[in-house]
């Protein structure tokens, strides 16, 4: 089973910078076969998606929210799908998650935007905290 592990979070400041790493926990998956979802829960809220990269075109998918704020890409080299968040602000404050995305649900997942608690992505990993303070 595909399992991620993320990094790269920390404390930063309003208008800051981070970059965020997703990798497979185990050897033997590449990553550039999967569309690939970065999730983030912030403190008493649910999951929500921030950012998908697609593995037939391409294509990066953004949250109005992120979009211009959030870059995500694919580093082929090192088998692993970054994000790379600037001018970060308080309301960014979160833990985030990758996950893959079924190709069979990614228009919900990652264009309406939608999870289904319960359904999609039964466990999550540790992944990597990210908060926003002045």
């Known amino acids: 089973q595909l399992q991620f592990v993320e990094s790269g979070g920390g404390l930063v400041q309003p208008g800051g910078s981070l970059r965020l790493s997703c990798t497979a926990s185990?050897?033997?998956?590449?990553?550039?076969?999967?569309?690939i979802g970065w999730f983030r829960q912030a403190p008493g809220k649910e999951h929500e998606g921030v950012s998908c990269?697609?593995?037939?075109?391409?294509?990066?998918y953004y949250r109005d929210s992120v979009r211009g704020r959030f870059t995500i890409s694919r580093d082929h080299a090192k088998n692993t799908v970054d994000l790379q968040i600037d001018s970060l602000k308080p309301e960014d404050t979160a833990t985030y998650h990758c996950?893959?995305?079924?190709?069979?649900?990614?228009?919900?997942?990652?264009?309406?935007?939608?999870?289904?608690?319960?359904?999609?992505?039964?466990?999550w990993g540790q992944g990597t905290q990210v908060i926003v303070s002045s």
């Open positions: 996950a893959a995305v079924p190709i069979q649900h990614l228009f919900r997942i990652c264009v309406q935007w939608r999870l289904i608690s319960g359904t999609d992505f039964a466990s």
């Open positions: 185990r050897s033997g998956f590449n990553l550039d076969y999967y569309n």
């Open positions: 990269i697609s593995s037939t075109d391409g294509h990066r």
